[in-house]
C-alpha cells in the first residue's frame, strides 16, 4: 500500500498495547486477546464493528503499509484516563507459498502477537458492520460462528448483559470448532461467558470436532443439527435476528442445516429471504 493508498483507510489514531493474553495451551495454535487503549478520547465505537491495525513497512512489492480487520470484541465503554478501551481476538496466522511450499507469518497477527504491554500501534477506523443490535429488547437473536468471529457476538452478550441488564428475548449462541482451541468463548467453565449463563433467556451451544480433520465448519453443522429445531423455531417468530460471523463455509453449513431441517431447500430459501427482507438477517464473513 502506498502512501497515497494510506487515504482510503480513513483517519487512524494511536494505541497503546494494556493487556496480551496467550487464551490457548502452548501445545496448540495461539490465540491471544488483546487490549488496546484508544489514545484519542474522540474515537468511538459501536458493538459489531471493526478496526484497522496498520503495520509499518516495507512490505512486499514496496507497500510502506500493511492493513488487517479485526472485530472489536467488547461493548462500549466509559473512557478510562482519557482513552476508550477495546479488545481483540487474534490468532497467530502463517501461509504456505504455493509454489516454494516455503512457511510465511502472517504480517498483522505476528505483528500484534509479538506486540508487549507498552508498545504503540497505529488503528483506522472504526468500520461500519453489517451487524446491527435491535432497540427491541424482547427481540431474539440467533449467533452463529467459528474461529475468532465469535468476537462481535461476545460484544453484543456484554451489552445486553451487562450494559442494559433488561434482556427479555431469547439469545442463543450457536459456535463450532475443530479443535478445544477455537471454542475460547464458549460453553467452557474458564469461559468468560460462563457468567451470562445465569440469565434466563442465555444459551451456548458448543460443537467440537469429533474427527481429526474436521474443519471448523464441519463442527458447527453437526452441533446445529444436533439443535436445529429450536433454530427453526425461533427464527419464524417475527421478533427473532440472524447473525453469522466465521469463515465462508458458516453460511454453506447453516444453509444445509436448515434446508433439512425446514423440509426442503424451497422452504428453506423462503424464510430466509423474509428475513433478509425484513431487515432481520446479517452476515460478517470473510475467506
Known amino acids: 500500500m502506498s502512501q497515497q493508498d494510506i487515504r482510503y483507510i480513513g483517519p487512524t489514531a494511536p494505541a497503546v ?15 491471544r486477546h488483546i487490549t488496546l487503549e484508544v489514545l484519542d478520547p474522540a474515537f468511538q465505537f459501536v458493538e459489531g464493528q471493526s478496526i484497522g491495525v496498520l503495520v509499518p513497512g516495507p512490505h512486499e512489492f514496496g507497500n510502506a503499509m500493511h492493513v488487517r480487520r479485526y472485530s472489536i ?18 490468532r497467530r496466522c502463517f501461509y504456505l507459498d504455493e509454489v516454494s511450499g516455503e512457511r510465511y507469518p502472517g504480517v498483522a497477527s505476528n505483528y500484534l502477537c509479538d506486540a508487549k ?3 504503540q500501534i497505529t488503528i483506522s477506523g472504526p468500520y461500519l458492520s453489517p451487524f446491527r443490535m435491535p432497540l427491541d429488547n424482547r427481540a431474539n437473536l440467533l449467533m452463529i460462528g467459528t474461529g475468532t468471529g465469535i468476537a462481535p457476538f461476545r460484544a453484543f452478550a456484554q451489552l445486553i448483559y451487562e450494559r442494559r441488564g433488561d434482556w427479555k428475548g431469547q439469545v442463543r449462541l450457536y459456535y463450532g470448532g475443530h479443535s478445544g482451541l477455537d471454542l475460547m468463548y464458549a460453553n467452557d467453565e474458564t469461559s468468560d461467558l460462563t457468567h451470562y449463563y445465569d440469565e434466563k433467556t442465555f444459551q451456548a451451544f458448543r460443537a467440537l470436532g469429533t474427527k481429526p480433520l474436521m474443519s471448523s465448519s464441519q463442527a458447527l453443522e453437526q452441533g446445529l443439527t444436533e439443535h436445529a429445531a429450536e433454530a427453526w423455531r425461533l427464527m419464524r417468530e417475527p421478533n427473532t435476528h440472524v447473525f453469522l460471523s466465521g469463515l465462508s463455509k458458516v453460511t454453506q453449513a447453516f444453509d444445509r442445516v436448515m434446508a433439512k431441517q425446514a423440509g426442503s431447500e424451497a422452504e428453506w430459501k423462503r424464510l430466509k429471504q423474509r428475513l433478509i427482507d425484513d431487515g432481520r438477517w446479517s452476515e460478517l464473513i470473510y475467506d
Open 17 to 31: 498495547i494494556k493487556a496480551s493474553q496467550r487464551i490457548t495451551p502452548e501445545t496448540t495454535d495461539e490465540v
Open 73 to 90: 470484541a467488547n461493548a462500549r465503554n466509559v473512557p478510562i484516563g482519557g482513552g476508550v478501551h477495546l479488545d481483540v481476538l487474534v
Open 117 to 119: 504491554p507498552g508498545d
